[in-house]
């Protein structure tokens, strides 16, 4: 062990394993994640070689033998439970996309889903025994996040009682499906369907891609990977055209929708019942951004306790990078809004399987609030920790662009979370409709309840925009709940601000879609607002459940930083709505200076609570022991590069060129 | 021709090789430009395969091999002069780093300025014909931006008049210099140079690494490559632990010091004299900074005029992603910010080259300043245009992830500007450090001159935040040069905040460098408020050298819109130091959307006039033709994982499954 992570060990003031108990939900759930965990990292079937030193096609081989192995232990276990799966897998693939993820993710479900009794009884079997692999592919290379504007067709020939599937344009090809390129033999088709001459929109559809035996490509289909890309080398993104490809009628999901055999549509009877899916992906992804800045902020944290660079005082040794304020100022309040996100991640869990609970009731009144949440939450959780998990690599200075640090990594496979299912400008504007309808609601006099009933008060208050000294100075910038307030207030202040900007373009004649796109930058910044509103409400909340009082101490302060960490970052907001003072603002940023020194003594120990185990972080400047330097030299030497003392360019153009010169 | 994408080139109000002459300096090196870039772009010698579809190895032996060309050509040619050397460069490596660059860029550099002639003859012929080929060792495994904390050891020994040099522990190892790994057999090598048991500090030696003829690494000498990187995957970053390697004492680089053969030790007579290089290479990275945001507009906005999606007025159909607000919140102001510094850089070069005269007639007055300028805007331009590469990347949607689009890769060619060439908050610092002391001399009655000159002006005015209704509201926010002077009085005011800082710390009885550090987040906010300053004021400085109507328009409106956006972006600043009131503000925001309508029409022409050839950019999002989804289907049927049919892993683990299931 290194004598100065060592060092910062003792002198934390609270109990580590008690802080992970509460991250994990409970000690026995702690017990289990670590059970699963030494299941994983002791089974030597799941040794690898290290990826960073593989092609793209051994990174692919090495997560699909290492795929077939976990389906096999899973069942050999009899792990069942979804969290406790989930667990496994990330042991596995460590927090790594891989190429049966679609399958096990997205092609299960949707049959679980929307597949008629009959139908699972063809499909479900086989795809669960992965003689079937199925991918879902939706997006297309011209079409994302707007699905109405999918190209790809289904029409519908009562002569055979044929759907006949094709790609009409080059970008109504389907691109993107995880698992696509080599790995399935199956596709859930997403297409717009033709029946009769009428169009009926987007329907599901199963089609074969390939021969189960031989795995080759059928008639009509051309499908590939779509290349290397800026992460995700694990996956074989894949692209999918159709030409002509004839597939029976049973092949539509027709749990809801159907087509009879004579061509006649029936719809469903809500459209409610394919969205729950995506609600939960977007909820979860809110905790997937925990975990990937939990990793990034341990690497950045760890590291920066174990090296030593230049001088505070001249003569004396070089101290602790964490010693320096501008380090602390850079990744504390990036471990306070790691926490944050955590706490923010359980309550989208529960609040998900609570709604999800009523909506098997048939009751769907609270699923557009949940929708609404889980948008804008997915957007701004993601663009935070994003921008966050570089803050942190450049926060190690050199090393941290070194592979070795898998910070890269931790990066390039957590940013595309900021566009897909549901890319992030879109999201914060689904999160405003919401906020705009409900605001227009409140002053229409209806009682808005949940998330959103502030907008009530602020409607009764007349919250407005004004100078403080109008204002009753109620604001106490060391005490959170009066935090929690003032960010409430601003959340209102922006939504009346955008929904006047909407009334404003209005009054000059444009039409509701103009004045919507034309006020667009003010409802972002509502949505904002909003969401980093009940981003600071949630950790205040999360503060009353904590019993131990020198962990309620140590997220005290954690949650105090983020909360004015974010008032000086937005000190515009709030100075210009007049709900702080410029003394005030001025006050945050002394105590801001206050809290990182009062961090400091507990930042590696608020780190270890994250518990990441090092084959799990798999990160040479993040290790547990702070032995850096001499893993990040053993790293280096098994380079590729140094298989050979001489590399062939040598021989090849660079001895030969003397003689030209 | 994409019939969007020439349809904007069709609206656009001005000649778009008028401005690129700006951009160039002039028509006649525009002309010249084009034709270095014809010379490489029709050359078949400089055919390569796609690189995005190589292993590393076969990258680093595909740039050795254009390398070598490169110098065959380059002397073929006669092309000598620096500015042609790095276009011509800039198209055979297109803005990639490659393995020669330090051979070239600092090995022989360092040679004509710190060697004697003695060494220039037995050393300057063989490295110009690249018998020898040398790099730069001075980062260390355990130190970078901090110089003096550097431990690699040359030991004189007099006996036999040899320097012996060591690698005393593992984190003394050389570590990242460019082409140690595996191009290089000599380099140049930083160590504390000790002789008669007393430490002179740092020095640089010449040491042979590997056999000219075998290239097999000399004894003593351990080298590899660092492995791999984000980014910069064609260079050999490699690690050198020297174990007791001995050199005569002829090499150490004596034009300055010296080594006398009984190991007395005469000192340079000034330490300036090694400066000037590091101040050049900051100053050319303001350039690069633009460089590659440049690139990245480039490629996001002529895809935003080639993408349509999603629908503003229901039932018409998708439009462009540029006329969407939000997208054009996004673009433009970066499209602004790369303009700015597009000027920024052009003014650091002449600037160097001025002072570099001054320097050599041995004038070093202005030196100091060119340093802290250098520090601070290389700070304050790679953390703002890496910032804005990922913008860019992420509003492309999912196809700014695949490689094809090259805003990965640009982004991760870039990243490393943050770090290398010193750390960059360690630069704001440093710029911080001159502006306080610009400050304390003011306050002391000193007259400054220079850049700094307004910290007269704010002392003699007593600048200090104050309501804004106790000051005469001067700002004009239609008016450039009225918030040139806000920037001015917002830098004046937080230089002031954060001396004071330092001196409540001292009043507290701090020593003088706790009261730095404690100071050091309001340092770094003061020098990123004076870099802001210079941007803005140097951008309004270009506008008045811009005879073109036409042109001078649009390019105020960027001015405008780039300092207004960072007015609404930085709005708590103003607000707090009583620089602009709360209706200014909202006005601000409310030009900033007309001005985003404004230049709507001329978006795609202003990234055409950065003339950036579709094989530099080397995107097919970015494609001057517009025609990208065609080429991007073409270019994923060329990856490497479908040059088979059926990847062989579907036969090793995945049909055999079934059977275990």
């Not at 900007?501 to 509502?526: F, H, K, Y």
């Not at 950790?539 to 997220?555: R, Y």
Request: with cysteine; proline share 5%.
């Amino acid at each position: 062990m290194n004598p100065d992570i060592a060092r910062e060990r003792e002198n934390a003031t609270f109990d580590v394993n008690k802080l992970t108990n509460i991250l994990d939900g409970g000690p026995e759930k702690t017990t289990r994640r670590r059970e699963i965990e030494s299941l994983v990292f002791s089974d030597p079937d799941f040794k690898e070689d290290d990826p960073n030193f593989l092609s793209r096609s051994e990174r692919y081989d090495q997560a699909v033998r290492k795929s077939v192995q976990m389906i096999l232990k899973l069942r050999e276990y009899g792990i069942a439970d979804p969290e406790e799966i989930q667990h496994y897998k990330s042991c596995v693939h460590p927090d790594r996309p891989e190429p049966l993820d679609l399958h096990l993710g997205m092609f299960l479900p949707t049959l679980l889903n929307q597949a008629t009794p009959e139908q699972m009884d063809r499909f479900f079997m086989p795809a669960w025994n992965l003689e079937i692999i199925g991918t879902y592919a939706q997006t297309e290379m011209g079409h994302g996040t707007h699905l109405r504007g999918l190209e790809t067709t289904a029409t519908y020939d009562p002569s055979t009682q044929e759907f006949v599937l094709n790609s009409p344009t080059v970008s109504s090809i389907k691109w993107w499906p995880g698992g696509l390129g080599k790995t399935s033999n199956y596709a859930i088709v997403l297409a717009q369907l033709y029946s009769l001459g009428n169009c009926h929109g987007l329907h599901a559809f199963i089609v074969q891609i390939r021969d189960i035996n031989t795995h080759k490509p059928l008639p009509g289909i051309v499908v590939g990977d779509i290349g290397p890309k800026f992460g995700f080398h694990e996956v074989d993104n894949g692209f999918l055209k159709l030409e002509n490809v004839r597939i029976p009628r049973e092949n539509m999901l027709m749990k809801y929708s159907k087509v009879a055999p004579d061509g006649s549509y029936v719809k469903p009877p809500s459209t409610k019942l394919t969205y729950g899916t995506m609600v939960f992906i977007r909820s979860m992804i809110v905790g997937s951004s925990a975990v990937a800045l939990a990793k990034a902020c341990t690497i950045a944290i760890r590291y920066s306790a174990v090296r030593h660079q230049s001088e505070i005082r001249a003569g004396e040794p070089e101290p602790q990078i964490l010693d320096y304020q501008t380090q602390q100022y850079k990744l504390f309040p990036l471990l306070a809004m790691a926490y944050a996100f955590k706490f923010v991640g359980q309550y989208m869990k529960q609040t998900y399987l609570r709604i999800s609970e009523d909506i098997n009731h048939g009751n769907f009144s609270e699923l557009p609030e949940l929708h609404a949440l889980s948008a804008g939450l997915k957007a701004f959780t993601t663009w935070e920790a994003n921008s966050a998990i570089e803050v942190c690599r450049m926060s190690c200075g050199g090393h941290g662009y070194s592979r070795s640090s898998a910070l890269p990594d931790i990066y390039v496979d957590f940013t595309p979370t900021c566009t897909y299912e549901g890319e992030n400008t879109v999201m914060m504007l689904q999160t405003a409709r919401y906020l705009v309808k409900s605001y227009r609601q409140a002053k229409a006099g209806q009682r808005l309840s949940g998330i959103v009933s502030y907008l009530n008060e602020a409607q009764s208050r007349g919250v407005q925009p004004q100078p403080v000294a109008a204002r009753p100075t109620v604001v106490d910038v060391n005490d959170l709940s009066s935090l929690v307030e003032v960010y409430k207030l601003r959340a209102a202040i922006l939504v009346d601000l955008a929904a006047k900007s909407i009334q404003q373009e209005l009054q000059r004649r444009r039409s509701q879609e103009d004045a919507w796109n034309n006020s667009a930058i003010d409802l972002v910044r509502a949505s904002d607002a909003h969401c980093h509103y009940v981003v600071v409400k949630l950790f205040a909340d999360k503060l009353g459940e904590v019993g131990d009082t020198a962990i309620h101490s140590v997220l005290s302060a954690l949650a105090l930083l983020y909360a004015l960490h974010g008032i000086t970052k937005n000190s515009g907001d709030f100075l210009q709505a007049g709900l702080l003072s410029v003394p005030q603002v001025m006050q945050s940023s002394l105590r801001i200076k206050e809290l990182l020194s009062q961090l400091r003594r507990n930042a590696v120990a608020l780190v270890d609570a994250f518990d990441i185990h090092d084959k799990k972080l798999n990160s040479v400047l993040g290790r547990y022991d702070g032995n850096v330097y001499e893993h990040m030299f053993e790293w280096a030497r098994r380079s590729p590069l140094n298989a050979t003392e001489v590399h062939e360019s040598f021989h090849k153009y660079l001895k030969p060129l003397r003689s030209n010169l």
